[in-house]
Nanobody, 122 residues
Framework: QLVESGGGLVQAGGSLRLSCAAS????????MGWFRQAPGKEREFVAA????????YYADSVKGRFTISRDNAKNTVYLQMNSLKPEDTAVYYC?????????????????WGQGTQVTVSS
């Protein structure tokens, strides 16, 4: 089970830190990703991190503003979001990818959290 937290309402230019805590099984050997879905839009890739933590990927829209990290000892993944924009408003989901490959692709993710709402006001 994956449980996201840390969402909320923030003004443009502000920051939030999302957390994704795993329970019931260990995801230390899984690649982990963050995705988001805005109203009326399809779910999209935001960021991903390999199980070692040494490889990360970002969507162009968040590169330089968001940072993904993980603490395998705590079975937790984080998404630090800075310089937030109104277009970042969405439900953010974390997910686990047991394949460890093609980390931008939704079908490669086996486990999903319920999501946390992020709203950025202008």
């Amino acid at each position: 089970q994956l449980v996201e937290s840390g969402g909320g309402l923030v003004q443009a230019g502000g920051s939030l830190r999302l957390s994704c805590a795993a329970s019931g099984r260990t995801f230390s050997s899984y690649a982990m990703g963050w995705f988001r879905q805005a109203p009326g839009k399809e779910r999209e890739f935001v960021a991903a991190i390999a199980w070692t933590g040494s490889i990360t990927y970002y969507a162009d829209s968040v590169k330089g503003r968001f940072t993904i990290s993980r603490d395998n000892a705590k079975n937790t993944v984080y998404l630090q979001m800075n310089s937030l924009k109104p277009e970042d408003t969405a439900v953010y989901y974390c997910a686990a990818n047991g394949w460890g490959t093609r980390m931008r692709e939704i079908p490669k993710y086996d486990y999903w959290g319920q999501g946390t709402q992020v709203t950025v006001s202008s």
